[in-house]
């Protein structure tokens, strides 16, 4: 019904910046909250940021500071700016959208993932 598709990823150097975009399209009738996850081999899928639609934030602690979301409601994206990337922030990241059909309270929408490597 919704696919999300995600662009921005990419090789960076530590200390450099990114900015990743998931743009939803489909049968939208509604997004609730709008967020990004990322994942390392052997390793959970982790929260990284997430977004109300009032605009409300948080962020895991390991990147609060440094990572900013948003969103365009008006074009049904997401973004994750992403500042002073470490190491450790690479990771294949995931966007994740709350889109429920009518009738519906929940309904969560994964993007394909994108790569972001920190490496000099």
């Known amino acids: 019904q919704v696919q999300l598709v995600e662009s921005g990823g990419g090789l960076v150097q530590p200390g450099g910046s990114l900015r990743l975009s998931c743009a939803a399209s489909?049968?939208?009738?509604?997004?609730?909250?709008m967020a990004w996850y990322r994942q390392v081999p052997g390793k959970q899928r982790e929260l990284v940021a997430a977004?109300?639609?009032?605009?409300?934030?948080n962020y895991a602690d390991s990147v609060k500071g440094r990572f900013t979301i948003s969103r365009d409601n008006a074009k049904n994206t997401v973004y994750l700016q992403m500042d002073s990337l470490k190491p450790e922030d690479t990771a294949v990241y995931y966007c994740?959208?709350?889109?429920?059909?009518?009738?519906?309270?929940?309904?969560?929408?994964w993007g394909q993932g994108t790569q972001v490597t920190v490496s000099s």
């Open positions: 994740n959208v709350d889109a429920p059909p009518p009738l519906y309270s929940h309904r969560n929408y």
């Open positions: 977004v109300s639609k009032p605009g409300n934030t």
């Open positions: 489909g049968s939208i009738f509604r997004i609730n909250d």
